[in-house]
């Protein structure tokens, strides 16, 4: 029976690291979310937002639901990244989400200038 306990313990000190390593990464993302609309304050459904790394410059993208919002998760602290909207034609223009901005939910909403 001493021997079961032991190997419990023995597991459950190699396991906690892992374990709390996995939570200080979750407390250590960021997220943004909005909405986008046109210019008389309409909500789109459909439009397309991207979220560009500046650091790696990958871009990632999110359609907006039918409520015209958007959402992106586990972003990193330390980095900036750049949104921005586009609708048949309409764009909106490019926000910034500083690694100097401290809140881990961020909201920017993007509003879409009229095709040109």
Known sequence: MKTIWLALLAVLLLC???MFAQKKKAENTRSVQGTVTVADGSLVNGAVVQL????TLQIRSFITKD???YHFYDLSP?????LKA????A???TKTLSSFDSQKQSILNLKLNPKK
């Open 67 to 69: 409520d015209g919002t």
């Open 16 to 18: 906690a690291p892992a």
């Open 52 to 55: 560009k790394n500046t650091k």
């Open 78 to 82: 330390d980095i900036d990244y750049e």
């Open 91 to 93: 764009s909106s223009s």
């Open 86 to 89: 586009d609708y048949q034609g």
